[in-house]
């Protein structure tokens, strides 16, 4: 087998190609023969030392898989050879074998595309709940960072189908691609007055919800929010301010703001029903995906591109 090794914390270039013997599935395990690994924000912090469930290197990376039972260890039931899964790993997603709990195993329907399959599972289900806990609905106004990536996007149609106003930010390469999907306006991300656009669009009633992938406290956002307004960041990116300015909190006082953070993890409990409300809006075509395969062996040059933000949609390797 091959799996893709950060050999140590750092950029791109730490990602290396591993061979190694294909394991065994151990008593309660399944090995799996991955036909999809799906690259999220968390690899990016996870191989650049700052995710908290990888403290040391180095450490095989990937965290989100789909692909086909090649074996099934002692114990394990409701499985055959040849079944479709997918999983949410601790680990060692970017390879062409993996052996995983039996219990994390999620079953495929049959022919469903394993593909489709990551890009629901981590970022789907996290705009799902992400929405779900802002209680978004018919009237609210959503801004939506990184819109046309593959969370955003998501979260995007999502909100939609809620019956909320989005407004998607995101960089001008991606205008089209977001109002595609339904967003009511775009705006700029690299364009540092951003926030005067959006406020142009949404008018005095403000936004209601804002989910944040960029951590960056220094930005006009504050004064968009509506009274009793939700900032949730989900994700952090190096090179924002991030400090909050003093200003902003007679802003965050008067209006009675809420700014917190979100982590899948803190809310696993959601995450079976997300993925059947996700699953059913897939299989009746109510959900828009567009996926970009690269070779697993590639994993170092789509780390580059989805740092660079050059990446739209869900990004997934391939074995």
């Keep these: 087998m091959k799996f893709i090794e950060a050999s140590k914390f750092g950029g791109p270039e730490v990602l290396t190609?591993?061979?190694?013997?294909?394991?065994?599935?151990?008593?309660?395990?399944?090995?799996?023969?991955?036909?999809a690994a799906g690259?999220?924000?968390?690899?990016?912090?996870?191989?650049?030392?700052?995710?908290?469930?990888?403290?040391?290197?180095?450490?095989?990376?990937?965290?989100?898989?789909?692909?086909?039972?090649?074996?099934?260890?002692?114990?394990?039931?409701?499985?055959?050879?040849?079944?479709?899964?997918a999983a949410i790993i601790q680990?060692?997603?970017?390879?062409?074998?993996?052996?995983?709990?039996?219990?994390?195993?999620?079953?495929?329907?049959?022919g469903f595309d394993q593909a489709l399959a990551v890009a629901v599972l981590v970022q789907g289900v996290t705009a799902y709940i992400?929405?779900?806990?802002?209680?978004?609905?018919?009237?609210d106004t959503v801004l939506i960072s990184a819109a046309g990536g593959g969370l955003g996007n998501i979260a995007v149609q999502l909100a939609k189908a809620r019956g909320a106003k989005v407004v998607g930010l995101?960089?001008?390469?991606?205008?089209?691609?977001?109002?595609?999907?339904?967003?009511?306006?775009?705006?700029?991300s690299d364009d540092v007055g951003?926030?005067?656009?959006?406020?142009e669009a949404v008018g005095g009633n403000g936004i209601q919800v804002y989910l944040d992938s960029?951590?960056?406290?220094?930005?006009?956002?504050?004064?968009?929010?509506?009274?009793?307004?939700?900032w949730i960041i989900f994700g952090v990116r190096s090179g924002t301010g991030n400090a909050l300015p003093f200003e902003a909190l007679p802003v965050m006082i008067e209006k009675n703001i809420t700014l917190r953070g979100f982590n899948l993890?803190?809310?696993?409990?959601?995450?079976?029903?997300?993925?059947?409300?996700?699953?059913?809006?897939?299989?009746?075509?109510?959900?828009k995906f567009e996926i970009t395969r690269y070779p697993l062996t590639e994993a170092a040059k789509v780390h580059h591109l989805f740092e660079a933000r050059k990446t739209s949609g869900k990004v997934v390797l391939v074995p």
């Design 130 to 139: 992400l929405l779900d806990e802002a209680k978004v609905t018919e009237g």
């Design 214 to 230: 960029l951590g960056d406290l220094r930005t006009e956002a504050f004064p968009l929010l509506s009274q009793f307004g939700q």
């Design 91 to 110: 680990g060692g997603g970017y390879a062409t074998h993996v052996v995983i709990p039996a219990a994390k195993a999620i079953p495929l329907p049959a």
């Design 170 to 188: 995101t960089s001008k390469s991606k205008f089209d691609f977001v109002r595609s999907l339904g967003a009511d306006q775009v705006a700029d």
């Design 265 to 287: 993890e803190g809310s696993l409990h959601q995450v079976p029903q997300a993925l059947s409300a996700l699953f059913k809006l897939v299989g009746e075509g109510k959900l």
């Design 194 to 199: 951003w926030a005067r656009s959006v406020k």
């Design 39 to 85: 690259v999220n924000y968390a690899d990016i912090m996870a191989r650049s030392g700052f995710y908290p469930q990888v403290p040391k290197a180095p450490f095989p990376v990937g965290f989100e898989i789909a692909g086909v039972v090649k074996g099934i260890g002692k114990s394990v039931e409701g499985f055959k050879e040849g079944d479709s899964v």
């Design 17 to 35: 190609v591993v061979d190694a013997p294909t394991p065994t599935p151990t008593e309660g395990a399944l090995l799996v023969e991955i036909k």
